[in-house]
Structures are given as structure tokens and as C-alpha cells.
């Protein structure tokens, strides 16, 4: 399996505008989470889905961010408008819930905003 | 408020030296410990785990200690080698009404000198 795919992997916008990051889970996990790193919070949970039925948004940190899932292998986290201090790398990760606690995790979308 | 403390940013050890890294909680909640490690430019990648009701878990060179009372882990890699240089977060677990959550600490970066 090549692990949790996501795109892309830098992404550079102007303020105001929408930005849609992307993740492909590893095939037959069942539960997928997005997170946020940065220096002054470290890694954040933004939201997680179970089933591709999302569980906990409470991360989330305003309307102006949004997640789907459609199906099991695709999700999206979705910034419209966006802002300077969303500047982050985004992971997104999935886990086999049957299995163990151990998360697998993408590489990240660093997102710059100026 | 954060529940899971990571209170050195960096610590730098002697190749075949012990490396001890601390985290510290606030949750007595959390029933399952982890930690990850995290290369520049890669997500972090699950390294070892540790349920509530044990106090050690061992794997190769890196063992997890928990200490429950004084809401304390400890990771110790021993011998240190330079390929552990990484950003080590630990990270704590506690569902709640059905909802889990990972929650990270701000991560230590360790350095092994050759």
C-alpha cells in the first residue's frame, strides 16, 4: 500500500481565496483524521470521521473550514476565504480502528497564505 | 489549556548515550499513550504505545514508562544512534461518549551527535 496520499503537497495562495486539500486514506481504514501543525500549537485535531461519517469538528477552528468525505477513500478539507494565519501543515491520517491505536499519517500540505 | 505537555523543545545526546524524552498530562482520561516520530518534510510515524493499565512497554531500543499518579511518560531510546534524530511527539487517547481523540504534544526535537 503506499500509505495516506495527499495533495498537495505545497500549496501558496492569496488571501481571500479557496483552497481544497486532499487525502486518500490507506485502503480498509476506517476512520480518517485532519490535523494541523504549527509552532504555537503543535498538532491539532481539526476533525475525524468514522465510516466516512464525521464524528468530532470541534477542532474546527471556524465556518470558514469545512471536510468532507464522500467515500472511503477520498476526503477534503476545504478553506474559503482564506487567511494568513491559516498558514500550517496539514496532515490528514487514517487508522484501522479494529487494529490499534497506531494513526498513519500523510505527508502534509504545507499551506502558505500571504 | 493543554492536556498533553511536552516541556523541552530539544534535547541533543552522544551516539550510544541514553535519550530520555518526558510528557506530562492532565487528563485523566487518556487510557492509551503513543509516541510518533516526525522527519522534516514526512508526517509523523507511529513508534511505540502504551495502554493505562500497563507501566512499561518494550520494544527494541525505545521503551515507553508510565507513570499514572504523577500523570507522567517517558520514552528512552538506548543506544541512541544519529538516524534517531527527529521531532518525537507524544500523544495521549481517551474516548469520550463515543468520540476519541489523539491529542498531541508540541513535540521534542532530539538530536544524536555522532
Known amino acids: 500500500d503506499a500509505g495516506v496520499i495527499q495533495s498537495p503537497r505545497h500549496e501558496v495562495t492569496e488571501m481571500g481565496q479557496e483552497v481544497t486539500l486532499r487525502c486518500k486514506p490507506i485502503?480498509?481504514?476506517?476512520?480518517l483524521f485532519w490535523y494541523r501543525q504549527t509552532m504555537m500549537r503543535g498538532l491539532e485535531l481539526l476533525i475525524y470521521?468514522?465510516?466516512?461519517?464525521?464524528?468530532?469538528d470541534s477542532g474546527m477552528p471556524e465556518d470558514r473550514f469545512s471536510a468532507k468525505m464522500p467515500n472511503a477513500s477520498f476526503s477534503t478539507l476545504k478553506i474559503q476565504p482564506s487567511e494568513p494565519r491559516d498558514s500550517a501543515v496539514y496532515f490528514c491520517?487514517?487508522?484501522?480502528?479494529?487494529?490499534?491505536?497506531?494513526?498513519?499519517f500523510g505527508s502534509g500540505t504545507r499551506l502558505t497564505v500571504v | 489549556d493543554q492536556q498533553v505537555k511536552q516541556n523541552s523543545p530539544s534535547l541533543s545526546v552522544q551516539e550510544g548515550r541514553i535519550s530520555i524524552l518526558n510528557c506530562d498530562y492532565t487528563?485523566?482520561?487518556?487510557?492509551?499513550f503513543l509516541w510518533y516520530k516526525k522527519y522534516p518534510a514526512e508526517g509523523p510515524t507511529f513508534l511505540i504505545s502504551?495502554?493505562?493499565?500497563?507501566d512499561k512497554n518494550e520494544d527494541g531500543r525505545f521503551t515507553v514508562f508510565l507513570n499514572k499518579s504523577a500523570k507522567h511518560l517517558s520514552l528512552h531510546i538506548v543506544p541512541s544512534q544519529p538516524g534517531d534524530s527527529a521531532v518525537y511527539f507524544c500523544?495521549?487517547?481517551?474516548?469520550?461518549?463515543?468520540?476519541?481523540?489523539?491529542?498531541f504534544g508540541k513535540g521534542t526535537k532530539l538530536t544524536v551527535n555522532p
Open positions: 500523544a495521549a487517547s481517551a474516548e469520550v461518549g463515543g468520540s476519541e481523540k489523539l491529542v
Open positions: 485502503s480498509g481504514h476506517n476512520s
Open positions: 491520517a487514517s487508522r484501522d480502528r479494529g487494529y490499534d491505536y497506531g494513526y498513519t
Open positions: 470521521f468514522n465510516n466516512n461519517v464525521p464524528i468530532d
Open positions: 502504551i495502554s493505562s493499565i500497563k
Open positions: 487528563n485523566s482520561m487518556f487510557d492509551y
